[in-house]
């Protein structure tokens, strides 16, 4: 399993790793500051750096279902890092940062449209979440401001760690229903926002709600029977 030091700390920008396995195009790591595509969340981009200075990009990072760790995407065609090879880690922290922003601001909208959520997605650019609602109850300036209402309190956001079991008897914290919470080591990951939100997350957010700095509602559009979609953008 590679060790996610994004878990601890989302801010590191660079690290250091051994590779542990390498398949084609793929690169697997000890450990690695790259967050791996999940919950709606794409994955980083970014450098392996090698001792003599070579620069070899990371396109994309997804899980790896045959060892359990994360895989790190070259291009096709580059020549990779040898296995036991000490690399160095580099993401894009410009694009990491706009998505941590976006997913927090999502998590702050869901308390404003008070709806199950029926799926979300988060881009550089953007980001919408999905909600099982009648459209003619959303309206952007309204969801617009309450969500930029409640990022100007500042609050800083805390991780909580509960057991699969608490995660069993408290059902009313999983606001997503297109995304099960990331289970399977016996315990669950919360994002909790005091005083405005707690719900299960593996994703990289920021550490104050004010680091958001505010959103404007691109578009409310209808989506399927049971999914109306507001899109937002970061106001700045």
Known sequence: MTELLF????????????????????????????YPQGGGQPGDTGFLIRDNGERIAVTDTRKAPESGGVAHHLAAGTAGPEVGEAVGLEIDWNRRYALMRLHTALHVMSCVVIAPVTGGNIAPDKARLDFDIDI???DADRIAHGTNELIGRGVPTETVWITDEELDARPELVKTM???????????????????????CGGTHVANIAEIGGIRVLRIRNEGKRNKRVEIALRG
Request: aromatic fraction near 4%; charge should be positive; proline fraction near 7%.
């Open 7 to 34: 878990r601890d700390d989302a801010y590191l920008k660079t690290a250091t790793a051994r590779v542990v396995a390498v398949r084609d195009n793929i690169v697997e790591l000890d450990r690695t500051i790259f």
């Open 136 to 138: 003619t109850l959303l």
């Open 178 to 200: 297109s995304v099960a919470p990331p289970r399977g080591a016996g315990r669950v990951r919360l994002l909790k926002i005091p005083g405005i939100d707690l719900q299960p």
